[in-house]
């Protein structure tokens, strides 16, 4: 029988209910804030699943940029919000593992290797910089394409379903994602 903790509950003892508030106004140092506390723990959760390092460190991201892209519907129970991270990296590594096991389905190149190690502070930081570029990316896209990478990579939907969302056709929504993730490739690539 699993224990309860403080943390498996909702409440730690550090309240993020401000922080989740000045989250809400667009207080970038909120994200962070949740960031620097809550971070080890959702890359841990998701790397538990992937198996992979940098697959986790992604989907930590990921957690963290959902976290800000719904920072308006965002509700916490209790006083953390490293539950609904938990949750959240947990749907996205899900995710994650389907899309592998479909391009393994392809006979694509599966590179990611299984690691063992933790993130050191360096790649904690580059990821904080990856997110904060990653943010910038996306503002600055048409507000279709914003809708089109929150439905398909945050949310988890398919092209498909994407698409009937937004009233557009399933080439459509692949091939304006497959651009976002190309820019995002180049302005991640260009940065180092």
């Known amino acids: ?18 922080a989740i508030e000045r989250l809400r106004r667009g207080d970038r ?18 790397f ?13 991201a990921d957690a963290f940029l959902t976290l800000w892209m719904r920072r308006h519907e965002v509700e916490i129970f209790g006083n953390s919000a490293l539950p609904w991270l938990i949750v959240t990296v947990k749907n996205l590594s899900r ?29 904690l930081a580059a990821l904080d910089e990856a997110m904060r570029l990653v943010r910038a990316v996306i503002a600055a896209l048409p507000e279709v394409d914003q809708e089109i990478f929150r439905l398909c990579m945050v949310d ?22 497959s651009r976002v993730r190309l820019r995002l490739q180049r302005e991640l690539g260009d940065r180092g």
Request: hydrophobic share 30%; no cysteine; glycine share 6%.
């Open 156 to 177: 988890g939907l398919t092209y498909q379903e994407a698409a009937a969302r937004l009233g557009l056709k399933h080439g459509s929504v692949r091939n304006r994602l």
């Open 95 to 123: 995710n994650r593992l389907r899309s592998n096991e479909r391009r393994r389905a392809e006979h694509l190149d599966d590179r990611d290797r299984p690691a063992t190690d933790t993130p050191s502070a360096e790649d």
């Open 48 to 60: 538990g699943l992937l198996r992979s390092r940098p697959d986790a460190e992604e989907m930590t």
């Open 1 to 18: 029988m699993l224990a309860l903790t403080p943390e498996s509950t909702g409440e730690s003892v550090i309240d993020d209910r401000p």
């Open 29 to 46: 140092d909120a994200l962070t804030e949740l960031y620097r506390r809550h971070a080890g723990t959702v890359y841990w959760n998701a």
